[in-house]
C-alpha cells in the first residue's frame, strides 16, 4: 500500500457506473443481480454435471468446466462492485481499482486462451479422430489449462505494474464502470508513452494470437468437413463446433472493438461492448454449450434429477 501511494496523490477513484441518474441505480441494480445469480447458477450447474456424470469426463467438457469456473471468478470480479456502486457509494480504493483491473485482465485473458485450446480440441477429434485419445492425453490436457491459467497473470502483472508508475493529480473520476487501462490512462497527469507501446505492442500479441490460433483451426476443420461425403455426417461435425464458433464470436467481437483502438478515441459507447465480454458473455455461455448438446442436456438432467426430493413409496 506504501508503494502504492508514493506515485499518486489520490487515495481513491469515483466509479461513475453505467448512468449518473438516481431513479436508474435501483433497476440496474435488480438487473445485474439477475444477471449475476443467473451466471453463477448456470456455469455452476455446467461444473456439476461434468463432475458427476462419467460420460462427460472427456477433455471437450473439461475444458467447458474450466471456462465455466473462470466464468464466475471473471464476473465476480465486476459485477458485485458495481451492485454496490448502484445502491451506495460510487467509491474505490487506489488499490482496490488496480487489483480489479489485476483480475479482470487475467481472467479475461484466461478465456481467450481456454478458447483456442478449446479450438484445437475440435480440430483434433474432426481432422485427425484416430489420434484423438493420445493427443488429447489428460497430462496433456492439465497442462494446456494449467498454461492457459498462468500466462495471463504475467500479462496482466505487466500493465499494473507500469499503470502503478504514473501519477494522477486532482482528477479522480473513471468514467467507466468499472477499472479498465484506458479510462486509468486518461486520469494521469504524466506521460503514457510507455503504457501506450505497450498496449499496442504486448497487448495484441496474447489477445490476436489465440484468436488466429482458432481461425486457423476451424480453417482445417472446414476443409475437413467439405471433405466428408455424406450430408448427416456433415451436419454432425458442424454441430460440435457450432456453440464453440458462437462463444468466440460474441467473445472477440466485443473484445476487438474495445481494445484494438488508440486509448485516445476510447469514449463511454465502448461500456456497452465491455459489458458483453465482461458480462453477458458468461451467463450465455452455460446456455449456448447446453442448448444444442444432447450429451451436456442429458448429464445437466441427471445432476437435477438426482437433486429432487423422492416421492416416499404408499
Not at 63 to 74: A, E, G
Not at 161 to 188: A, G, Q, W
Not at 292 to 297: A, S
Request: proline share 5%; net charge positive; charged share 10%.
Amino acid at each position: 500500500m506504501e508503494r502504492l501511494n508514493q506515485t499518486s496523490s489520490v487515495s481513491e477513484f469515483i466509479l461513475l457506473g453505467l448512468s449518473s441518474r438516481p431513479e436508474d441505480q435501483k433497476p440496474l441494480f435488480i438487473l445485474f443481480l439477475i444477471i449475476y445469480l443467473v451466471t453463477v447458477t448456470g456455469n455452476l450447474l455446467i461444473i456439476l454435471a461434468v463432475h458427476s456424470d462419467p460420460q462427460l469426463h472427456i477433455p471437450m467438457y473439461f475444458f467447458l468446466s474450466v471456462l465455466s469456473f473462470t466464468d464466475i471468478c471473471f464476473t465476480t470480479t465486476i459485477v458485485p462492485r458495481m451492485l454496490v456502486n448502484f445502491l451506495s457509494h460510487k467509491t474505490i480504493s487506489y488499490a482496490g481499482c488496480l487489483t480489479q483491473m489485476y483480475f479482470i485482465y487475467a481472467l479475461g485473458n484466461s478465456d481467450n486462451c481456454l478458447l483456442a485450446v478449446m479450438a484445437f480440441d475440435r480440430y483434433v477429434a474432426i481432422c485427425d479422430p484416430f489420434h484423438y485419445v493420445t493427443t488429447m492425453s489428460y497430462r496433456r490436457c492439465v497442462l494446456m489449462v494449467a498454461f492457459s491459467c498462468s500466462l495471463p497473470h504475467f500479462h496482466s502483472l505487466l500493465h499494473v505494474l507500469l499503470l502503478n508508475e504514473l501519477t494522477f493529480c486532482d482528477s479522480k473520476v473513471i468514467h467507466h464502470f468499472l477499472c479498465d487501462i484506458s479510462p486509468l490512462m486518461k486520469l494521469s497527469c504524466s506521460p503514457t508513452l510507455i503504457n501506450e507501446i505497450v498496449i499496442m505492442t504486448e497487448g495484441p500479441v496474447l489477445l490476436v494470437t489465440p484468436f488466429l490460433f482458432i481461425t486457423f483451426s476451424y480453417i482445417r476443420i472446414l476443409i475437413a468437413i467439405l471433405k466428408i461425403p455424406s450430408t448427416s455426417g456433415k451436419c454432425k461435425a458442424f454441430s460440435t463446433c457450432g456453440s464453440h464458433l458462437t462463444v468466440v464470436t460474441l467473445f472477440y467481437g466485443s473484445i476487438f472493438y474495445v481494445y484494438l483502438q488508440p486509448v485516445s478515441t476510447y469514449t463511454v459507447r465502448d461500456h456497452m461492448a465491455t459489458i458483453v465480454y465482461t458480462v453477458l458473455s458468461s451467463m450465455l455461455n452455460p446456455f449456448i454449450y447446453s442448448l444444442r448438446n444432447k450429451d451436456l442436456k442429458q448429464g445437466l438432467r441427471k445432476l437435477l434429477g438426482r437433486r429432487k426430493p423422492q416421492a416416499a413409496p404408499p
